[in-house]
Structure formats: structure tokens, C-alpha cells
């Protein structure tokens, strides 16, 4: 077993005295892709808005490679090395979509105003290895015809690969992925798997938040299970099967959502 | 003690007014989603039509503000048709802008038709009363007597009526409500109406009390609105009531302690204040509007 | 000679509209307290130029510096108010709620420089400072308004240069980027606050550049040229010519403060109404704002994103143009697909709040 990457402990978060999360404890390996699996309602959202920085728990700590997250925002947890999406694509979309993905980049250094002013030329010219890079990317995800197009373009379907691409982009150590079947068709499905499992190849963690168990099941190494804020099982996913604790809260494995 | 209270007293009767003013400029926000800037409009409109009629009705109060609402609840009506639900769908700040330019057209028509010097409008005062520790002229008692009942009858409309309860299920979620088989359009017009009429009335309240005023008497009256429904929470008319007394009373004790010109340098200190600090109003937890980066 | 007045305040005011589109077009916030900068910028230069002041008139500090050096002053202190402005109302305030807060710190600002006459003499304003320099430069009146209006559109085509750069670069993609989607942006690495307080400074500090090239040009500052109705002009143009997009912002000022003054300058006055004309030029601009942003609402010019050239192979590359030209024929290209989009995309796209 990998190190773990990222490790939550103890983390409690409650909504105006309803516990979304209650000590919840797990540890997150490095390289591999770990599922976070539960019923409606388990605090699955939650745990991802606490570790990215968009909400503060109420105690409990979270760990990135041994750094603290709790307390910091969520643009500096970013910078630590984590990418997160949410439960709807969130595109620019007034911007093109080769904009977008550039943005992915993270060239923070280059985006100083005095240098803009300044450097220009040089920035220019810099900006051509990581456009010819996203170039290679946008073409990976079928996205080159429509790279000039502004991202409110495109179709649904489009709009979930270009949050890839843009993940791709962005070469992030810890990669949480908050439903991203949400709405896709089968097709469309595969090429998010085909993609998840080669962040992890890559080297990159990934945390995949799913309702889809037929997702989890091909591609995660292992799973964490949440009921009603807590942690109940963890492990790979064919030993969830027989955990009665799990059955319980799904009422039955088989309820799926395709 | 007593140059307090005779403050107090007066503030009342500002408050009395902003409170009418506010509780419909939160009535228009809760219908329409909107922050309405033309608001200010329905008060100038309503003091120049007071003004207008002060000759022809012979100081006939009653006729003059009947008038007023009447002129508002039109203006309302035209308003709410011509631009809001126009409007509709599109990002709040565009329909403030938009609102903006109403209230530009509006305020130059009045400059071409009426001048751009101040208008007196000139009713009796009446005599100065003692009513508890208070001080306040008849025309004052006049408005916060007739504040406190539209304030009143408000809260009967919204609470007691099925207007009312109309009134609110829009203001909550307008296509629910239209599912649910609340003439969605009607209820809004009518409520903009009501706003149009309410505010119209206490544009003459303002015109009285202040006795001369200019084009820009709305718009001047509308950041102290805005300041009282902030206070109060947009889109809360029981709140803001509570609001506009807060502003109004704030307003004229820092006024006399400095000097008047500066009672509305302090209004809008305020109202940066309670936007720092409760921009959902002072009665409930702030929550941010932005993201925390 | 008229027409020198008349594109001198029009060159003015475009490096104005520049300014603000950054902080509203690029950053999507629609601050209402702008316009309080430019007549900072201006009285600040009025009474650091014109020296002490002859009682009854009354005004702070007074001294007697260059009138360069005074603007550069202005500029710094506009930008110290800019920096605490900006500091509590772009933290947790947007849309509505910023646009509020802004227009009571101006009208806070307007009304205290209108009552507390020992800060710039109330209601009277400051004045006095008349072509300086002209006989150092030994000029004649006319020939020193002649040579103001070049300062100014030299200084208009610099601040356009340098505004486009910065639009194109990652710093406009970036900041962009923050008033699309601030979530996604801050899940992106982007300090929002500091991409944003960033903007509105860079955007005081042209307000402030302005407020002393406004001073030069009318060489007198009250609050009757800085009222709400005033302000309103400046936004109206910006919404005509495009916001987000530096060009049209320059084309949308110089459409409205030319083209709706001449409009109105022949429409006649009866004698018992001598502000007919200007009231008629208000009552238009109101419409122009509601028309726009009900049927055009980005404006003449579109924003627009700089397009993605594949470079040519190495053998085939000429020496290549700058960027942004390009980027041009790109955008004719594109510029035509896009007609044929529907009008709901079109606007759609254009709804940058």
C-alpha cells in the first residue's frame, strides 16, 4: 500500500445542528484512485468542501502529503497541489475553450500585472510551450475543432470533457472528482473512466465522489463507504459486498444507477 | 433630555415615511428580484402631482395624496411593463442599470416640465403639539398617523389575504407558484401597482414635510431607502419596518449632534457599515456573498 | 476651436472609460465609486497647484507644486483611498450588494465635500488653474488648448496600448476567469480578492490621471460636475461601445459625449426652459441604456477572447505580425460565424454579469 496523500481525521462539520460529518477518519493513497461511495445525504459533498478549503469544519484535520489544509483557502489548497470539480461543470463561459484550459495551466507568476505590462513579449512566447501542450490535450479529448469557440457553446457532453482536459492540464498531485457521471451517457462514460485510470498511471491520486457503482467498481483500487456522516467501511470494492454495514445503508448493492 | 427626544420625535416622522418607502422597495426586490433605482422616481412623481394639485384641490390634503397613489400606482404598472418584465431572466445589476436609466428619463422629463428649481409646496404646518415628550407640528401627527395605518393594512394585505399569500409564494419561487396556479403575472403587476401607489403617497408625505424640493428628491431619498431595507434584509418588509426606524432614528439624533447637512454623510456610512457587517440585514447572521479567496 | 474643447473631454473621458472597464468590464463589478476617484484626482491636483487659498474661499494644503508633479500626487493619494475602498467592499460583497456599497461611499464622499467647505470650499469648488504653463511654452490660449488636446490623445493612445496588452494578457484571461466563476477560479489556484483589488487600483490610479487632465481642461472643479446624473454618462458609454473590449470602449465615449451632444446642441430651447436641450440629451442617454441592455447588452464591440493560431511549421513561418493582428483576421472569420448564431447565444454570450 501506497503512502497515503491525503488524510482526514476526526473531521466534524455540522449544518445549523444537523451533523453533515462526524468524525470521519480515512486516508487517501498516493497513485491510485480511491472511491467515495454513499447514500444521499452521507456527507460525501461536505468531506470534498472541507478538504478543498469551501467550508471550515468544525474539528478535525485534514492532511495533504503531511501539510495542514484546515483553515487555509481555497485557492492557496490549490496551489498545494489539489484540483477539485464540482457536481455541475463549472466552465468560464465567456472564455474559449482553449482559454480555459490554459487557465488550467497555473502559470500564477505570469499572471502579476506588473509583469503583464511590463514582459510582455517574454510572457508571450512562454505561454507557446504550455499552448502547444494544451493543444496536444484539447486534441486527446476531442476538443481542437471547438477550441476558439466560447465554453457556453458547447454541448453537455463537451462541457464534462473540457473539465478534463482541464484537469489534465493542470497536473495536479490530488485530483477529487465530485460526480462527474452525473448526466453522461454511456460513451461518454468510458472516456471519463479510460481518463481517471490514466491520471493514476500518471502518478496522480484521484478521489472519484459517485452514486455510479458500476463506475467505482472498474475504476477504483479501493473504496471508502459514508452513512449519515461516518465512515463505515473502507477497502476494495469487492469486499463491500458481503459488509452487512454497507447493505444496510444502500438497502441493497444492486440499486445502481447506471 | 428633551432636545433628544424632540429629535426623536421628528425622526418618527422621517422614519414613518422611509418605512413606506422602504417596505415597497422590498416588496418590488422580493416580487421582481430586483433592485429597483427608479424607486425614488414614485416619490418625486408623487410630491410633483401633490405639488400639481395643491391649486386645483385647495389644500384639500386628502385629494392631494389620493392623487398621489393614484399617479404611483400608474407609474408602478408602467414600470413593472415597460422595463422589469422586459427584463426578466436577465443579471440583477443589468436591471439596476436599466432602472437607472428610468430614473434619468424620469427626472429630466420632471426638470422640462416643471423647471429645475426647487418647488415650494406649501401646506399648513398646522400648530405645534405636545404628545408626550414629543414634539410634532399637525402635518407631522398627519404623517405618522397615515404611516403607521398603510404600514398596518400592509401587513393585513400580506398576512390575512390571499393576495397576500400570493404575494409571497412568487416572491418565493414565481414558476412553483405558477404551477401552482397562481396567476403569477397578475400578482406581480398588482404588487408593483401597490408599490407605485404606496410609494406615490409617501412622496407627498416627503413633500410636506419637506416643503421644497427639486427633480431629485426621489433619488436623494432613495440611497436612505436602500440603507433602511438593507438594515431590515432585502426582500423582509416586517424587517425592514424595523429597518427604517433604526436609519430614520440614527439619521436625525447624528444630525443634530453635528448639523443636518451631515445627517446623510452618516446615513451612507451606515449603510457601508451594514453592508460590511450584516449585509443580509441586522436581524439575521450575515453569510458572505463572495467566495472566501 | 469648439471642436478642440469637445474631443479634448472626450479623449478624457475615454482613458476614464478604460480604467473602469478593467474593474467592471474585465471584472465584471460595477462600482458606482469611480467616478468619486476622477474628482479626488481633480480637486487633489486643483489645491496642489494653486497655492494658499484667498479667504473667503477655503481649501486644504495649497501649495504651489508643478502641475505634473501635483497629478502625480493626486494619483497616489487617489489610489491610498482606492487601496481601502477596495480593501472592504471587494472582500464579501458582489453584484447588488457592491454596487450599493460603492455608491454610498461616493455619496458619502459627495456630501461631505459639498458641506465641509475647509476640505474644497463646499459648494463653490476650487478654480484657478488656467493653461499652466502656457507662457512658459509661450503660447497663446488658443494654441496651449491646441497642444492639451494632442498631450491627450497621445496620452489616450498609450493608455489604449498598455490596456490591450494587459487585456490579452494572462492577467486579463486570469482575472476574467475570477468573474466568470469565482469557485471554479479559486478551485483553479486564483486569489479572487487580490485579482480583483489588483484591478480596481490599476483602475483608480488611470481615474485619478484623468481627474487632473480633467482639472487642466476646465481649470475649475465643483460638485455640480461630479452629480449622479454625471456619473451616469460615463457607464452609459462604456454599455454603447462594449464592455470588456478596449476599443469599443474608446468608439462608445467618444459615440455618446460627441455624437449626443451635437445631436442635442440644435434642438431648440424655449425661452422659459434653457435646460431643454441638456434634459433632452439626459432623457436619450436614458434610453440608450435601457435599448442597449435590453437588445444589444455587450455593446457595439463584443468582448473579444484572443483567439488560438497554430503557428506555422518553422520552413513556412514569415516573420510573423504581432498577436493581436493575427488574432484579427481570426476574428473576422469568426466574427461572421457568429452572425449567424441565434440571438439568444448571441446575447447569452454577451452577459458578462
Known amino acids: ?258 | 433630555m428633551t432636545t433628544f427626544l424632540v429629535t426623536v420625535g421628528i425622526g418618527l416622522s422621517t422614519a414613518a415615511i422611509l418605512s413606506l418607502s422602504a417596505v415597497e422597495f422590498t416588496l418590488e426586490y422580493a416580487v421582481s428580484r430586483i433592485a429597483n433605482f427608479a424607486h425614488g422616481e414614485f416619490l418625486t412623481i408623487g410630491a410633483y402631482v401633490a405639488y400639481s394639485t395643491q391649486t386645483t384641490f385647495h389644500q384639500n390634503v386628502a385629494a392631494a395624496a389620493a392623487i398621489a397613489a393614484a399617479v404611483g400606482a400608474v407609474a408602478g404598472l408602467a414600470l413593472n411593463a415597460g422595463v422589469i418584465e422586459q427584463f426578466r431572466g436577465r443579471s440583477a445589476i443589468t436591471v439596476l442599470i436599466a432602472t437607472l436609466g428610468v430614473a434619468l428619463i424620469a427626472e429630466n422629463v420632471l426638470d422640462i416640465v416643471y423647471g429645475a428649481a426647487n418647488v415650494s409646496y406649501n401646506f399648513a404646518q398646522g400648530e405645534l403639539h405636545h404628545v408626550g415628550p414629543f414634539l410634532w407640528t399637525t402635518s407631522d401627527i398627519e404623517v405618522i398617523i397615515s404611516a403607521l395605518a398603510a404600514a398596518g393594512l400592509i401587513y393585513l394585505l400580506l398576512q390575512r389575504t390571499r393576495f397576500g399569500k400570493a404575494i409571497r409564494a412568487v416572491s418565493q419561487d414565481r414558476s412553483l407558484a405558477q404551477v401552482s396556479g397562481i396567476p403569477a403575472r397578475r400578482i406581480v403587476m398588482q404588487t408593483w401597482a401597490l408599490a407605485g401607489a404606496v410609494a406615490g403617497f409617501a412622496g407627498f408625505a416627503l413633500a410636506d414635510t419637506v416643503g421644497t424640493f427639486g427633480p431629485l428628491l426621489g433619488f436623494n431619498f432613495l440611497l436612505l431607502t436602500i440603507t433602511a431595507t438593507v438594515a431590515g434584509g432585502l426582500g423582509r418588509p416586517y424587517a425592514t419596518l424595523g429597518g427604517a426606524l433604526i436609519v430614520g432614528l440614527a439619521l436625525q439624533i447624528a444630525g443634530t449632534y453635528t448639523s443636518s447637512a451631515y445627517e446623510f454623510v452618516f446615513a451612507f456610512l451606515l449603510l457601508v457599515v451594514l453592508m460590511l457587517f450584516r449585509p443580509n440585514g441586522v436581524f439575521v447572521r450575515p453569510s458572505a456573498v463572495a467566495v472566501r479567496a | 476651436m469648439y471642436w478642440v474643447s469637445v474631443v479634448t473631454e472626450a479623449g478624457i473621458f475615454a482613458i476614464l472609460a478604460l480604467g473602469l472597464d478593467v474593474v467592471w468590464g474585465w471584472g465584471g463589478d460595477f462600482d458606482l465609486a469611480f467616478y468619486g476617484y476622477l474628482a479626488l484626482g481633480s480637486y487633489l491636483t486643483f489645491v496642489l497647484s494653486i497655492g494658499k487659498p484667498k479667504p473667503p474661499v477655503e481649501y486644504i494644503i495649497g501649495w504651489h507644486l508643478p502641475v505634473l508633479l501635483s497629478i502625480a500626487l493626486a494619483v497616489v493619494v487617489v489610489v491610498g483611498v482606492a487601496a481601502v475602498v477596495g480593501a472592504i467592499a471587494l472582500r464579501n460583497l458582489r453584484g447588488i450588494y457592491f454596487a450599493v456599497t460603492t455608491l454610498g461611499a461616493v455619496s458619502a464622499l459627495y456630501l461631505l465635500v459639498e458641506n465641509y467647505t475647509p476640505l474644497f470650499d463646499g459648494y463653490n469648488g476650487v478654480y484657478g488653474l488656467i493653461n499652466p504653463g502656457q507662457s512658459a511654452l509661450n503660447l497663446t490660449y488658443n494654441g496651449y488648448r491646441v497642444m492639451f488636446l494632442v498631450v491627450v490623445l497621445v496620452l489616450l493612445v498609450l493608455a489604449y496600448l498598455l490596456v490591450q496588452r494587459l487585456s490579452r494578457s494572462p492577467f486579463g484571461r486570469m482575472l476574467r476567469s475570477v468573474r466568470e466563476d469565482e469557485r471554479a477560479a479559486a478551485a483553479y489556484g486564483r486569489p479572487v480578492f487580490f485579482a480583483k483589488y489588483r484591478a480596481y487600483l490599476f483602475g483608480a490610479a488611470l481615474a485619478g490621471l484623468t481627474g487632473g487632465l480633467f482639472a487642466i481642461f476646465i481649470s475649475a472643479f465643483n460638485p455640480s460636475a461630479w452629480t449622479p446624473q454625471e456619473l451616469l454618462v460615463i457607464y452609459a458609454a462604456i454599455l454603447a461601445g462594449g464592455r470588456g473590449n478596449p476599443r469599443g470602449v474608446i468608439l462608445g465615449v467618444f459615440v455618446v459625449y460627441i455624437g449626443f451632444i451635437e445631436l442635442t446642441r440644435y434642438l431648440p430651447s424655449p425661452a422659459s426652459r434653457p435646460d431643454f436641450g441638456p434634459a433632452m440629451r439626459q432623457i436619450l442617454i436614458g434610453l440608450m441604456i435601457i435599448l442597449i441592455l435590453r437588445f444589444r447588452p455587450e455593446g457595439l464591440f463584443r468582448e473579444r477572447p484572443g483567439l488560438d493560431r497554430t503557428p506555422a511549421p518553422a520552413s513556412q513561418r514569415v516573420a510573423a505580425p504581432t498577436g493581436a493582428r493575427s488574432e484579427e483576421r481570426g476574428t473576422s472569420e469568426r466574427a461572421t460565424r457568429e452572425e449567424g448564431a441565434s440571438k439568444a447565444a448571441r446575447r447569452r454570450a454577451g452577459e458578462i454579469n
Open chain 1, 1 to 258: 500500500m501506497s503512502p497515503p496523500l491525503l488524510e482526514i481525521e476526526k473531521l466534524t462539520k455540522s449544518f445549523g445542528g444537523v451533523h453533515a460529518v462526524r468524525d470521519c477518519t480515512f486516508a487517501v493513497p498516493e497513485g491510485q484512485v480511491t472511491g467515495l461511495i454513499g447514500p444521499n445525504g452521507a456527507g460525501k459533498s461536505t468531506v470534498v468542501d472541507l478538504v478543498s478549503g469551501f467550508g471550515e469544519p468544525d474539528s478535525g484535520s485534514i492532511r495533504l502529503a503531511g501539510e495542514p489544509l484546515v483553515g487555509k483557502r481555497p485557492d492557496v489548497i490549490s496551489r498545494l497541489g489539489l484540483i477539485r470539480t464540482f457536481q455541475t461543470p463549472r466552465e468560464w463561459p465567456n472564455l474559449t475553450v482553449m482559454d480555459n484550459v490554459l487557465l488550467a495551466r497555473r502559470r500564477f507568476a505570469d499572471e502579476s500585472l506588473w509583469r503583464c505590462l511590463t514582459r510582455a513579449r517574454r510572457i508571450r512566447r512562454d505561454e507557446e510551450a504550455d499552448r502547444a501542450a494544451v493543444r496536444g490535450i484539447l486534441g486527446r479529448f476531442q476538443l481542437t475543432a471547438v477550441r476558439n469557440e466560447l465554453a457556453s457553446r458547447l454541448s453537455g457532453g463537451q462541457k464534462r470533457l473540457l473539465e478534463f482536459a482541464r484537469i489534465a492540464a493542470a497536473e495536479a498531485r490530488l485530483i477529487i472528482l465530485d460526480e462527474p457521471m452525473g448526466g453522461v451517457n454511456p460513451v461518454l462514460g468510458a472516456r471519463i473512466g479510460e481518463a481517471v485510470r490514466q491520471f493514476a498511471g500518471e502518478g496522480r491520486t484521484v478521489v472519484v465522489v459517485e452514486h455510479n457503482l458500476p463506475f467505482i467498481e472498474r475504476t477504483c483500487d479501493q473504496v471508502v463507504v459514508m452513512d449519515l456522516g461516518e465512515v463505515i467501511a473502507q477497502g476494495p470494492f469487492a469486499g463491500l459486498r458481503a459488509n452487512p454495514r454497507v447493505v444496510d445503508a444502500y438497502l441493497g448493492m444492486d440499486q445502481s444507477h447506471a
